[in-house]
C-alpha cells in the first residue's frame, strides 16, 4: 500500500462517514499553523511577509490541540513559519498523537536533526549503542552528540519519536543547487538530505513536499524522486506554485522580480505535470490519481478550500491557505460565512480572477478523495492507487548527480564569493568589504554584489 493501511481505513472511514450523514462541508485535513516565524526567506512563500507584523506571536498549546478537536480532521499538517521553532512542538505533536489525529510535521529540515538527537537521548539504554554507531559512521551525528545523548534527557519533556502516525514532511524543491536557490541559503539541501538520512535509520516515516515553479526543470524534478527514492523516502507530495498575493508582493518588493516570471499559469502547470501520473506509477505520490488527471489537464475538478482548512494566530483563515479575505473565531463559522461559491474555477471560468491560475493541492487534491466532479471509475480508481502496491525504492536513484551546488563549489553564490576573493586579491583589502552581506542565497543580491565589485574596479583601475 502507498499509505499504511491503518491511516487509510482512518481517511476513508472519515469520508465515509460524513457522507452517510450528508455532512455538507467537512475537513479532511487541518493546515496548523503555530507560528510564523522562520529560519529561512524562500523565494514564493508569501507567509512570513503577510504575517510580518506579528511574527513574534504564537498559538497557544491549546488553541492548537482546540483547533484539531474542532474541526476533527483526521490528518493535522503542522505547518508555518518552521514550526519546529515552535517551543511546545514536541508537546503538540504527542497531543495530536493522542488524540488520534496522522500528524505531518512540514520542515525546512534545519532543526530536525537537532530533534531527533533529543529523542535518542530520552530513550537511551546500551541497546541503542549499534544505532549510534551506525550514525557515528555515516557522519550523521557527532561523538560530542553521542557523548550528550549517552547522558539522557532529564527535563521531563516529551520528544518527537518515531510513529505509524507521523511523519516529516521535508520542504525539498529540486536538487542541490536549485533547492538552495529557492530557499535562498546555501547549504540546505545537504542538511536536509543527511536528516532524511538519520530519520530512516532510527526509523522514522519521511515524505517530501515540493513545490514546482515555471523556472522549475521537470527532469529534475524527476531525478530528485529517483534521488529520494534511493534512500528509501516513505513518499512524496507535489504541487504547482501559484502567484498568490503575498508571494506576488514580496517578489516585487523583496527581490525586484516579475511574479510572471516565476509562478505558473493553468497552461504551464499542465505541461509541466504532463508526467505526474507516469511518476505516480514509479514513485510514491500521495494524493489521488483524480487530482493528478487535472494537474496534468485530462479532466477538470471544482475547488474544495474548506476540506484543508487554515488555523493560525489570528483564527480560521479563508477562503484558503493562500487567500485571505478574512480570519474566522471558529471554524464552522468560516464554514457558514464565507460565500464559498464566489472562489475557484468552474468550467474554464474563474469566478475570482485571484483563482485563475491556482491548481494547488489544498485546493483541489480533496476534491478527487470526495468526489466532486465525479466520472464513472473514479472510486475504484483512487482504491486500487492507494491500496495497490507501494512502488519499490528506486536505487538507480544512488547515481544521480544531486549534489550539484554548493557541495560542489558551485552554489549559487560561488561567482560572487569568487569575485571578491579576486577583487580582494587585485586591489588589496579595498574591494573587500563591498557586498559581504551575501549569505541569504537571493540571486538579486549575488547580481548586484557583482555590479558593486566591477563598479568598484573601474574606480580603482580607472
Same mark, same amino acid.
Given at each position: ?7 487509510? /481505513? ?8 460524513? +457522507?452517510?450523514?450528508?455532512?455538507? *462541508? =467537512?475537513?479532511?485535513?487541518? @493546515?496548523?499553523?503555530?507560528?510564523? #516565524? ?6 514564493? $512563500? ?52 493522542? @488524540? &488520534? ?25 546500551? /541497546?541503542?549503542?549499534? *544505532? ?21 534527557? #532529564?527535563?521531563?519533556?516529551? #520528544? ?31 542538511? $536536509?538530505?543527511? /536528516? ?28 530528485? =524522486? ?26 516585487? +518588493? ?39 488527471? =487535472? ?40 464554514? !457558514?460565512?464565507? !460565500? ?14 485571484? $483563482? ?5 493541492? $489544498? ?7 470526495? &468526489? #466532486?466532479?465525479? @466520472? ?6 483512487? =482504491? ?12 538507480? &536513484? ?33 574591494? /573587500? ?26 574606480? *580603482?583601475?580607472?
Amino acid at each position: 500500500m502507498r499509505f499504511p493501511l491503518a491511516l487509510t /481505513a482512518k481517511i476513508a472511514g472519515h469520508i465515509i462517514q460524513h +457522507k452517510l450523514r450528508r455532512t455538507p *462541508k =467537512f475537513a479532511l485535513v487541518l @493546515q496548523l499553523e503555530p507560528l510564523h #516565524t522562520c529560519n529561512l526567506t524562500c523565494t514564493g $512563500c508569501g507567509r512570513i511577509r503577510e504575517y510580518s507584523t506579528s511574527l513574534k506571536d504564537m498559538m497557544s498549546l491549546e488553541d492548537c490541540l482546540g483547533a484539531a478537536t474542532e474541526c476533527d480532521a483526521p490528518m493535522v499538517s503542522i505547518c508555518g513559519g518552521e514550526p519546529l521553532i515552535y517551543p511546545k512542538i514536541e508537546e503538540l505533536v504527542e497531543g495530536l498523537l493522542r @488524540q &488520534g489525529r496522522i500528524v505531518y510535521v512540514c520542515t525546512n529540515g534545519m532543526f530536525m536533526r537537532k530533534k531527533m538527537r533529543d529523542y535518542l537521548a530520552g530513550v537511551y539504554s546500551p /541497546a541503542l549503542e549499534p *544505532k549510534l554507531a551506525k550514525l557515528l559512521s555515516e557522519k550523521l551525528i557527532s561523538d560530542k552528540d553521542v557523548e550528550a545523548i549517552r547522558k539522557g534527557k #532529564t527535563d521531563g519533556r516529551p #520528544t518527537i519519536r518515531p510513529s505509524k502516525w507521523m511523519y516529516w514532511n521535508v520542504h525539498i524543491d529540486g536538487l542541490e543547487y536549485t533547492h538552495d536557490l529557492i530557499v535562498e541559503r546555501e547549504g540546505v539541501f545537504k542538511e $536536509c538530505v543527511e /536528516a532524511v538520512r538519520m530519520a530512516k535509520i532510527i526509523g522514522y516515516q519521511v515524505a517530501t513536499n515540493t513545490t514546482v515553479y515555471k523556472e522549475t526543470d521537470v527532469r529534475e524534478i524527476e531525478q530528485m =524522486f529517483e534521488f529520494f527514492s534511493a534512500l528509501e523516502v516513505d513518499g512524496h507530495t507535489i504541487s504547482p506554485g501559484y502567484e498568490y498575493d503575498a508571494a506576488k508582493k514580496d517578489m516585487v +518588493k523583496r527581490l525586484n522580480r516579475r511574479p510572471e516570471d516565476f509562478f505558473l499559469t493553468r497552461q504551464m502547470t499542465r505541461e509541466k505535470f504532463a508526467k505526474i501520473q507516469e511518476w505516480g506509477e514509479r514513485f510514491t505520490i500521495f494524493g489521488t490519481p483524480v487530482y493528478q488527471e =487535472f494537474l496534468a489537464g485530462k479532466r477538470e475538478l471544482t475547488c474544495t478550500a474548506w476540506a484543508i482548512p487554515t488555523r493560525n494566530i489570528r483564527g480560521w483563515k479563508a477562503p484558503c491557505y493562500l487567500m485571505t479575505d478574512g480570519h474566522y473565531a471558529g471554524y464552522q463559522e468560516m464554514l !457558514d460565512k464565507v !460565500d464559498w461559491d464566489k472562489y475557484g474555477v468552474v468550467d474554464g471560468v474563474a469566478r475570482d480572477p485571484r $483563482c485563475e491560475n491556482c491548481m494547488v493541492h $489544498c485546493g483541489y487534491d480533496p476534491s478527487g478523495a470526495l &468526489g #466532486t466532479n465525479y @466520472q464513472r471509475g473514479d472510486n475504484w480508481k483512487n =482504491f486500487k492507487y492507494n491500496f495497490g502496491a507501494k512502488p519499490r525504492p528506486y536505487y538507480p &536513484g544512488r547515481s544521480v548527480n544531486a549534489f550539484n551546488g554548493f557541495s560542489a563549489g558551485k552554489g549559487h553564490l560561488a561567482e560572487a564569493k569568487a569575485a571578491l576573493k579576486s577583487a580582494a586579491a587585485d586591489n588589496g583589502n579595498g574591494a /573587500a568589504h563591498v557586498g559581504i552581506s551575501c549569505g541569504s542565497g537571493d540571486p538579486t543580491e549575488r547580481d548586484q554584489l557583482l555590479a558593486k565589485i566591477g563598479s568598484k574596479l573601474k574606480v *580603482k583601475t580607472g
